[in-house]
């Protein structure tokens, strides 16, 4: 069962593509409407592509760094979204703090709304 705040698997690119890799996403929120769509953010271990005061990073010091599943500290790109299918989400990893979540989640629409 695919829920907010989970860190899941899924390929990238979609299916269909012989080059995929699995690659760690955060799921944002269930897209309104009958298609089983998610919002998700995507998660690289490549620190030094993160936006300052925009990406969040998850260190090993950080209080969900155990319960995120991800295996080396890495950044959620807030910016790096996508609205994808239930069924490319292979699985979940980890999850991450509600006030994390939030934090995303205001950070996005912050980002959406501004001029």
């Given at each position: 069962?695919?829920?907010?705040g989970q860190i899941v698997l899924f390929k990238f690119p979609p299916?269909?593509?012989?080059?995929?890799k699995l690659r760690p996403a955060l799921v944002i929120k269930?897209?309104?409407?009958?298609?089983s769509d998610w919002l998700i953010c995507m998660i690289s271990s490549q620190l030094d592509k993160q936006v300052a005061d925009f990406d969040?990073?998850?260190e090993r010091e950080a209080?969900?760094?155990k319960r995120s599943g991800l295996?080396?500290?890495?950044?959620?790109?807030i910016a790096r979204v996508?609205?994808?299918?239930k069924s490319?989400?292979?699985?979940?990893i980890g999850e991450v703090e509600p006030i994390r979540l939030d934090r995303i989640k205001r950070k996005l629409a912050d980002w959406l709304l501004s001029r």
């Open positions: 069962m695919i829920k907010e299916a269909g593509k012989s080059d995929a269930e897209i309104p409407g009958p298609y969040e990073v998850v209080t969900d760094w295996k080396v500290p890495s950044i959620i790109r996508a609205v994808v299918h490319i989400l292979l699985g979940g």
